[in-house]
């Protein structure tokens, strides 16, 4: 079955940098988008950004230009989520998802699990 | 701050139904199709509308979507208690690119 994987739990201090793994099974990888989608706790949804990865063509979101990055490795179907100069809003579970891109619509499935990023001194 | 709007919370007795609203712009819903999502308490979301009203394999038809103009609709129908989760409605919005903008979120609650 199609399934997003991600890596575990991570703690880092204000300033660090984290990057969550996120494998996938069940499909062929470069054949649809990785995308990165965050939630604080209690909050809503925050999409961060895309990457294709059969060319490795990424998009982000303007809050987080220049702080994040989105890369793959093709031979082991696994996307990553790099956000660098982290600060304790940051702090929140991250989910990598399946996009389907279609002619003015996009979709998310499946989810990965999520991962939960604490950021605290 | 998300760009749709959706009530925060909406209730029904099981087997009623409720209706959830996403509320935006030309900008997003206007020009473009819209997803819909569940999340159970402590799980991921999980995809239930795509391309405004269809459904994923899997997906009971108890659940609806529909599209007018620059708002997008949800119908639960035949409640359950197992509906009880929060909601999202999502699109793109070309007022900055790239930018897939989520709505606020709405609780549903089975009285």
């Known amino acids: 079955q199609v399934q997003l994987v991600q890596s575990g739990a991570e703690v880092k201090k204000p300033g660090a940098s984290v990057k969550v793994s996120c494998k996938a099974s069940?499909?062929?990888?470069?054949?649809?988008?990785i995308n990165w989608v965050r939630q604080a706790t209690g909050q809503g949804l925050e999409w961060m950004g895309w990457?294709?990865?059969?060319?490795?063509?990424?998009g982000y979101a303007q809050k987080f230009q220049g702080r994040v990055t989105i890369t793959r490795n093709t031979s082991i179907s696994t996307a990553y989520m790099e956000l660098s100069s982290l600060r304790s809003e940051d702090t929140a579970v991250y989910y990598c998802?399946?996009?389907?891109?279609?002619?003015?619509?996009?979709?998310?499935?499946?989810w990965g699990q999520g991962t939960l990023v604490t950021v605290s001194s | 701050q998300s760009v749709l709007t959706q009530p925060p919370s909406v209730s029904a007795a099981p087997g009623q139904k409720v209706t959830i609203s996403c509320s935006g712009s030309?900008?997003?819903?206007?020009?473009?199709?819209v997803s819909w999502y569940q999340q159970l308490p402590g799980t991921a979301p999980k995809l239930l509308i795509y391309d405004n009203n269809k459904r994923p394999s899997g997906i009971p038809d108890r659940f609806s979507g529909s599209k007018s103009g620059t708002s997008a609709t949800l119908g639960i129908t035949g409640l359950q208690t197992g509906d009880e989760a929060d909601y999202y409605c999502?699109?793109?919005?070309?007022?900055?690119?790239?930018?897939?903008?989520f709505g606020t979120g709405t609780k549903v609650t089975v009285l």
């Open positions: 999502g699109t793109w919005d070309s007022s900055l690119s790239p930018n897939y903008v």
């Open positions: 998802a399946r996009g389907y891109r279609r002619v003015r619509s996009y979709w998310f499935d499946p």
């Open positions: 990457m294709n990865p059969n060319s490795g063509n990424t």
């Open positions: 069940g499909y062929t990888f470069t054949s649809y988008d």
């Open positions: 030309s900008s997003n819903i206007g020009n473009n199709y």
